[in-house]
């Protein structure tokens, strides 16, 4: 099986302009997450989704950031405009409520610099 | 709110020395527990984790860690490390009934020949 996919992997960007990270879950699974890692917070939970759908986004930092699920099998985040506090590595988890382990599993990551 | 707390940033043993990893929580039930690992360059994979019955679990690559309510804790351990092992790991508690996680700082463990 494949794992969560997630593209780009690494992204630089000048300051002002768009960023789009994506996301591809575990087939079946149901549950979306994005977490933001940096070296002064650790990994914080920007947004999940259930079954496509946003369930919290309390962590999304402002309104530069939203995030979409058109369906079961891709997510995006986006940044616009970005800004160089906005670096950091974006990763995407994906679980499975049926399961009900309660374990994410985890893409590589996407690292976005933004200069 | 639930928290995590990892009081060791940073902790570096001898390749065959004996490891522990502290992790403390707060949630007012009884929570679900995790220890995830990240190599460089990697997302998180899972170690272990604690959900209910026997307070001490067994996970991957040799780990294991015991939850003690009392303290509120859930250190990992592992007996003999390798130089493989050289990693950050993060403790992470969830909510009974709900997918969230929130997770600890991370330690950062390095490994001495």
């Known amino acids: 099986d494949a794992g969560v996919i997630q593209s780009p992997r690494h992204e630089v960007t000048e300051m002002g302009q768009e960023v789009t990270l994506r996301c591809k879950p575990i087939?079946?699974?149901?549950?979306l997450f994005w977490y933001r890692q940096t070296m002064m917070r650790g990994l914080e939970l920007l947004i999940y989704?259930?079954?496509?759908?946003?369930?919290?986004d309390s962590g999304m930092p402002e309104d530069r950031f939203s995030a979409k699920m058109p369906n079961a099998s891709f997510s995006t985040l986006k940044i616009q405009p970005s800004e160089p506090r906005d670096s950091a590595v974006y990763f995407c988890?994906?679980?499975?409520?049926?399961?009900?382990?309660?374990?994410?599993?985890f893409g590589e990551g996407s690292r976005l610099t933004v200069l | 709110a639930q928290s995590v707390t990892q009081p060791d940033i940073h902790i570096t043993v001898s390749e065959g020395a004996s490891l522990e990893l502290r992790c403390n929580y707060s949630?007012?039930?009884?929570?679900?527990l995790f220890w995830y690992v990240q190599s460089p360059g990697q997302g998180l994979q899972l170690l272990l984790k604690y959900f209910s019955g026997d307070t001490l679990v067994q996970g991957i690559k040799g780990f294991e860690a015991e939850f003690k309510r009392s303290q509120s804790s859930f250190n990992l351990r592992k007996p003999s490390v390798h130089w493989s092992d050289a990693a950050e790991y993060f403790c992470?508690?969830?909510?009974?009934?709900?997918?969230?996680?929130?997770f600890g700082q991370g330690t950062r463990l390095t490994i001495n020949p």
């Open positions: 988890a994906s679980s499975s409520w049926t399961a009900n382990t309660g374990e994410l599993f």
């Open positions: 949630y007012g039930a009884t929570p679900y």
């Open positions: 087939s079946g699974h149901d549950y």
């Open positions: 989704f259930n079954n496509n759908v946003p369930i919290d």
């Open positions: 992470a508690v969830g909510d009974q009934g709900a997918q969230k996680l929130v």
